[in-house]
């Protein structure tokens, strides 16, 4: 059965994964909720304002009461800056599983935060919540993902052939998962 905690606080070496504020407006925005190649590698719309990025901060805080929702800003911790999300954007508690999401500002991409946050997130999934199974999928197009998902130690299930139409041109969703087992068994 699982346990629902809501979001905590998980701090790693160079980050800490909290709630979002408000006061986290003009990182979000400027750091990767602006960016339209970012926001189309998370398969979400980018954002032309700050109103906007407000509006979306109100549906995430909002949803905090929660005890089944899990959604964290990634701060740098030297800078203070959002540059980046993580969330169990689907939990299953029947099932006992969860599905990692995450998106990370370009600028922050490719040195290793996005592997910190996804794997204290995995463990938070496992040693809080007590799920039985991660699961995380990405796009057969964004290398920089995969590089994530193979660091944390994900196990390739499939492919979902012409999932995303994108460019003009269909690309796969590359699905992945870890059992609670082999979580204990790399520890």
């Known amino acids: ?67 089944d929702y899990y959604r964290w800003a990634v701060i740098d911790r030297e800078s203070g800056e959002c540059i980046g999300q993580i969330a169990y954007f689907l939990v299953d508690s029947k099932n006992h599983f969860a599905e990692i999401e995450y998106c990370i500002g370009a600028d922050f991409q490719c040195r290793g935060y996005c592997t910190e946050a996804a794997k204290a997130v995995i463990a938070f999934g496992f040693d809080k919540m007590n799920l039985h199974k991660v699961q995380i999928c990405t796009k057969t197009v964004n290398a920089p993902s995969k590089r994530v998902i193979e660091k944390c130690g994900f196990t390739y299930e499939g492919t979902l052939r012409d999932y995303f139409f994108m460019d003009g041109q269909y690309v796969g969703r590359l699905y992945f998962s870890m059992l609670r087992d082999e979580y204990e068994n790399r520890r």
Not at 25 to 51: G, K, L
Request: net charge negative; with cysteine.
């Open 1 to 67: 059965m699982l346990t629902h905690t809501g979001t905590q606080t998980i701090e790693t070496e160079r980050l800490i994964l909290r709630k979002f504020e408000y006061t986290d407006c003009d990182a979000v925005f400027r750091n990767w909720a602006s960016d339209e190649h970012v926001q189309t590698m998370y398969s979400e719309p980018a954002y032309r304002t700050i109103e906007e990025v407000n509006g979306l901060l109100e549906k995430y805080i909002g949803n905090y009461e929660r005890e």
